[in-house]
T-cell receptor, first 113, second 117 residues
Framework: GESVGLHLPTLSVQEGDNSIINCAYS??????FIWYKQESGKGPQFIID?????DKRQGQRVTVLLNKTVKHLSLQIAATQPGDSAVYFC????????????FGSGTKLNVKP | GAGVSQSPRYKVAKRGQDVALRCDPI?????LFWYQQALGQGPEFLTY????????KSGLPSDRFFAERPEGSVSTLKIQRTQQEDSAVYLC???????????????FGDGTRLSIL
């Protein structure tokens, strides 16, 4: 998708609420997807992944949903905590098996105490 | 260390200077990747190594960018005759053998923030 430059989409939620972060991916050949969390000054940190033969995968407090028909991913975070505040990126592999990823432009999650 | 280590963490250079950025991947990781991340954007792929072989350099923006991994472990990204548009965070990531295992999460370092004056 298009870059939003300095103006990242921002999602503000209250501590304890559930968060849903959405991502539209671009390549219908992509068959592996990852959600990363990036805190200021840090590198991306793996949260959860999903392969195209699944439409839902759950981790600890996180769930990823994949809708291949509309090329859409979402990340659900249950009982959001202040420590969840960060920028979240989805990444797709473009159908490539050599682990090269294409990242979205990110969503900033702001958790209010 | 247990993670991917990058140095320096910050680099300031004048336009026209050459810079070298270092990446120490996780021990035993065969696959190594470099990404460029502009402010407010997601990382963009630059290049990929499988051991010492550079298998994909399609993301390198120009011939001023050069990467190497001569012994299949530490990698260096070099930028010659730097320009202001080179200012970005340069991220390194590693993973176990991507060719053997296929897709899997990459482990990222904290990056080098490069500022060109």
């Amino acid at each position: 998708g298009e870059s939003v430059g300095l103006h990242l989409p921002t999602l503000s939620v209250q501590e304890g609420d559930n968060s849903i972060i959405n991502c539209a991916y671009s390549n219908s050949a992509s068959d592996y997807f990852i959600w990363y969390k990036q805190e200021s000054g840090k590198g991306p940190q793996f949260i959860i992944d999903i392969r195209s033969n699944m439409d839902k995968r759950q981790g600890q407090r996180v769930t990823v949903l994949l809708n291949k028909t509309v090329k859409h991913l979402s990340l659900q975070i249950a009982a959001t905590q202040p420590g969840d505040s960060a920028v979240y990126f989805c990444a797709e592999n473009g159908g490539d098996n050599f682990n090269k990823f294409y990242f979205g432009s990110g969503t900033k999650l702001n958790v209010k105490p | 260390g247990a993670g991917v280590s990058q140095s320096p963490r910050y680099k300031v250079a004048k336009r026209g200077q050459d810079v070298a950025l270092r990446c120490d991947p996780i021990s035993g990781h065969v696959s190594l990747f470099w990404y460029q991340q502009a402010l407010g954007q997601g990382p963009e792929f630059l290049t990929y190594f499988q051991n010492e072989a550079q298998l994909d350099k399609s993301g390198l923006p120009s011939d001023r960018f050069f990467a190497e991994r001569p012994e299949g472990s530490v990698s260096t990204l070099k930028i010659q005759r730097t320009q202001q548009e080179d200012s970005a965070v340069y991220l390194c990531a590693s993973s176990p053998d991507a060719a053997l295992i296929g897709n899997q999460p990459q482990h990222f370092g904290d990056g080098t923030r490069l500022s060109i004056l």
